[in-house]
């Protein structure tokens, strides 16, 4: 199954990561050495998606993420 985290660095740089695991266990286990292992400073929102999820479905679960992007093709606008 496919899952998606939102995920914090230590630089402040954020974003989500897509990945597939057996089950649910196994995700939150990948989630929780995220942090551990891997040095992101904040894992969250643990969302699994469906076998058709594509973009649209992104803009959907992460309005929050996804604010500052034109849909219409062009640049990355900045947040105010």
Do not use: Q
Not at 10 to 38: H, P, Q, W
Not at 59 to 79: C, E, M, N, Q, W
């Amino acid at each position: 199954m496919r899952y998606v985290v939102e995920y914090a660095l230590a630089t402040g740089t954020i974003g989500l990561m897509i990945f597939t695991a057996a089950d649910k266990a196994a995700a939150e286990e990948y989630v929780s050495n995220m942090s551990t292992m891997y040095g992101h400073t904040r894992v969250f929102n643990l969302t699994p998606l469906t076998n058709a999820a594509g973009i649209d479905e992104l803009y959907r679960l992460f309005p929050r993420l996804t604010g500052g992007v034109d849909r219409g093709g062009g640049a990355i606008k900045k947040s105010s």
